[in-house]
């Protein structure tokens, strides 16, 4: 389903590629320069696959010094960056760029310190989040922040993604979590930006301004991130709904009444049905909408969460409540929520939007989404993080369908989307980012003057564009 | 102690400011445009009384509309601005400049949405800080951050300084609480940056930029902010220490633990004393600081805490633990604290400083603090947020104490005092900002490079220099 690829610009290729790639030779370890077609073909796209070009070559580095002198060697010959983590990204943010290098930073994947004294851990950006995740576990400590991708996704994509998760209702998103970053600026500065402190008003939030620019304002080579001691482990519920309104109804109803549960995630009757297709866990396959509300408050206080979390499903109409038995079952029907795209993906072609909207608008949302899907004769399957008012509303395509025809209603339905999403306050992408893919929506959403100062802060940053061009603002 | 008084820029005055007066009268309702020299006084300077400069004139806009043509107006006319919230501000931020005209944003002070359904309030800048607090609180809502000058301060004055507070160590800071800003640029753009989605990566953090940047980057006209349900009343409790050793012991132990208290302050002999002398609590005179520590979590997760908060205090060598019998008594508690700069003043000139240091770094802190006071023979009150780290270290001249002399001592103390917070790591600025007055340190602190990015930025947002010049970067 490729719908854009972007043009060659003839910037990119002022000087030749072989004295670039000799200097790059000289800075990096023998096998950490990709060159070859074939190897370079994992590198052509990240998670978006409708994004694809093949790099100039992939570079990967082993420590800061490396990166500066990539950076330096890259401005010498103009030829430009494409900062990249783990490429599970979803909006073609780390695809190639003709003629461009990526820099991969998954060679820089050393957790530097668990600091218990003030609840923080300091890595390298190639580190995957899931082994962030289990190397402070080990110690007691816990790092909230889990993207579904966490068992692959590096904190550096995290970090120029602001990724979200499962757990952002309660803990926050990726930006929230950052103390302190070490970039390497695009004049080849190595410029750090916080500490340890959890209160710091000295001089302008370049980090926030950093964290989600997607690589395009500076390259993340350390960064130190908030902690906080492991919650209690988590007690679950799974409520189904004969409509989606209903579940809707609870979804806000909880927002209203100030439960902060640790997961609120929701699932309607399609993605129901294909998770439960693939991984058999004994779902109400004829419900509307399945509400999955988890909470990791200590004992009296998490069955206190999870009764008032009921009761809001009860009164919004929920045709069966049921609390995961244990621990081992809790994981299982987490699982599957985290495996939703996945079930989605096994019926046939898959296309995940990432739409956001203001939590008391989920019904309407809901409702929008089931009148475009039959406006424009698309499957959806709708799945998502319900409790921040982000949803995967997920474009599926039979294996009996032509692609040509469909990715033609794909098309006009998303613009259909994007627009009830703009009516209601929304907003076109709550976490997976602008990247190559989202651009003219950028525009609608935000508007020119807004869009006329990240352009501003771009040329002020990266004057040379040398930072992964294109991506955010095109 | 005037220590800094900035030369008039001749940039400043190069139309007559005859002409543009006569624009802002017609522009202004006839009572919201101040030229007469003593009802200019007040604005001269903000909190901070050392920088102190009679503006040209003083507006006071009722709306955006009268902001953008007064701004368009300054820039025809090449005269800067300086915005204003309530004047509380605390590092010269809001100081008058000679020359430029001074908007005081009083009148824009309507709370213009209470959002029960997505736990949000929007308002103008103008809104006095408790007044946003009681109008959510009657509804049974909760807005979070509460510098101390809460019942005085503005909305705007906080957002522009990213205003922390006492319940910082739970809830986080201003920046934290904002989910949508409006705005008008140099350019006199009206940009609306975000919205009421709790997730939302469309394209970079400016909203998380212009927070923080003391009015230098854009005129804040509106702001939605996250509100939670109101949390149970709060339990009390006291510790006083022998040492301020023991005290620092104990917030590490309690960061260290897990603890997320609502409140964790802390204040030292000589502040103890000062408050007790003006408000007669009954504290414990001879210990050499008490803690103060808050649950607002309910029924037995509240008291559990304040177990855990106890046990940290008693590990550590708490001579005394007592806690608030009701709720008027933690009130009586919490209100000792929160005057404690005030207590200090009645002592003589006082003059707070801001450090922040990581929280495990607080015990050696403490330590350098007594050390400095004792190698510059001045006095220094110590008081803060013991779990954010961050200290008020308030430098006190006796009334029998000449001026002159007490200053000189003071300016070496206050070099050997950030030298040493930059030594532990930490920041000469946790909540009160870079303003007028620290703009050497932050060179210091941040560096050169990361210095020469907010340059940038300032150029790009605001390439005449109109918005509160000299302040943030000198």
Redesign the interface.
């Known amino acids: 389903m490729r719908e854009h690829t972007p043009e060659r610009d003839p910037e990119f290729s002022k000087a030749s590629p072989e004295a670039l790639l000799r200097e790059l030779r000289a800075i990096l370890a023998p096998d950490s320069l990709i060159t070859d077609e074939e190897l370079l073909r994992p590198y052509e796209c990240d998670g978006l696959s409708a994004y694809r070009r093949l790099p100039l070559a992939v570079a990967l580095p082993e420590d800061e010094a490396q990166v500066v002198a990539i950076l330096a060697a890259c401005h010498r010959a103009g030829v430009p960056i494409v900062p990249r983590g783990a490429g599970t990204g979803l909006s073609g943010g780390a695809a190639g760029i003709e003629g461009a290098l990526t820099i991969s930073f998954t060679r820089m994947n050393r957790i530097l310190e668990i ?6 851990v300091s890595v390298q950006p190639g580190v995957v989040n899931a082994d962030l995740k289990a190397a402070v576990a080990a110690e007691g400590l816990f790092y909230a922040p889990d993207p579904a991708s966490y068992e692959s996704c590096t904190i550096g994509g995290n970090l120029a ?2 990724a ?1 998760g499962l757990c ?2 309660k803990y ?2 990726t ?2 979590a950052v103390l302190d970053l070490e970039i390497v ?1 695009a004049a080849g ?5 916080g ?12 980090m ?2 950093i ?3 997607q690589g395009t ?1 500076a390259l993340i080579t350390e960064a130190t991130l908030r902690l ?3 919650p209690a482990p988590r007690t679950t519920l799974l409520a189904f709904f004969p409509t989606v309104d209903a579940a809707g109804d609870a979804v ?1 109803a909880m ?4 439960l902060v549960p640790v997961t609120l995630e929701l699932m309607d009757q399609f993605t129901v049905r294909a998770v439960d297709d693939v991984h058999h866990l004994g779902l109400d396959r004829d419900a509307a909408a399945m509400l999955l509300v988890e909470s990791d ?5 998490g069955l206190a969460e999870m009764e008032a979390a009921e009761a809001a499903c009860q009164a919004a109409g929920a045709s069966m409540v049921l609390r995961a038995a244990d621990p081992v079952e809790a994981d299982w029907l987490r699982q599957g929520r985290r495996l939703a795209y996945r079930a989605l993906e096994a019926i046939g072609a898959a296309r995940m939007e990432d739409i ?5 608008r989920i019904p309407e949302m809901l409702r929008a989404i089931g009148d475009v899907a039959a406006a424009h004769n698309v499957t959806i399957g709708t799945f998502g ?1 319900a409790g ?3 949803l995967h509303p997920t474009f599926v395509v039979g294996p009996g369908e032509p692609e040509a025809v469909a990715l033609e209603r794909i098309t006009a339905a998303k613009a259909a989307l994007y627009e009830a999403v703009l009516a209601l ?10 990247g190559a893919s ?1 651009q003219a ?2 525009l609608r ?3 020119e ?3 006329a ?2 352009r ?6 990266d004057p040379d564009n040398l930072l992964n061009p294109g991506r ?2 095109g």
Chains 1, 2 share one sequence.
Do not use: F
Request: glycine residues 18%; contains cysteine.
């Open positions: 600091d218990h004294g003030n609840l923080t993604t602001n979200g952002c209702v926050g998103v930006r929230d600026t500065k190595i410029v750090r930006l500490g340890k402190n959890v209160k710091d008003v000295a001089g302008y939030g370049l926030p301004l964290v989600g620019s304002l906080r001691a492991a806000a927002t209203a009444g100030g408050l200590p004992g009296p206080a956001g909207v203001p939590r008391s993080h921040d008012g982000n306050g929304g907003t076109v992408t709550a976490e997976h980012g602008i989202r929506w950028l959403q935000r508007g003057d807004a869009v100062m990240m501003a802060i771009k040329r002020a940053l955010v603002l």
